[in-house]
Nanobody, 119 residues
Framework: VQLQAFGGGLVQAGGSLSVSCRVS????????VGWFRQAPGMEREFVAA????????LDTDSLKDRFAIARDSAKKTVYLQMNSLKEDDTAVYYC?????????????WGQGTLVTVSS
């Protein structure tokens, strides 16, 4: 599986941004695509994940009221919609994939896209 994340940029605090992840390669029913982020000086953290077939999602409790993951199977793209952005959301956002639904153990990674939230 290959992944390409794009759509990052500069946004003001309180604004919204959607980042995208284009998926290619071996896409099967039990494929799970997740979003992670890594802020400067911090460890990478799980944000959300979605299953390719059913669209079931795994979310992070502290983010689920502002962030939403979705996928468009026809476009082979997974989206992360981010609302009410805060400066603390500044990070490189990565999409990743694994087979079977989980928050950890992702084997395939995209290159990341930088989201910067300004005050």
């Amino acid at each position: 599986v290959q992944l390409q994340a794009f759509g990052g940029g500069l946004v003001q605090a309180g604004g919204s941004l959607s980042v995208s992840c284009r998926v290619s390669g071996l896409i099967v029913a039990n494929l799970c695509v997740g979003w992670f982020r890594q802020a400067p000086g911090m460890e990478r953290e799980f944000v959300a994940a979605i299953t390719w077939d059913s669209g079931d999602t795994l979310d992070t409790d502290s983010l689920k009221d502002r962030f939403a993951i979705a996928r468009d199977s026809a476009k082979k793209t997974v989206y992360l919609q981010m609302n009410s952005l805060k400066e603390d959301d500044t990070a490189v956002y990565y999409c990743a994939a694994r087979y079977n639904f989980a928050k950890t153990g992702y084997a395939y990674w995209g290159q990341g896209t930088l989201v910067t939230v300004s005050s």
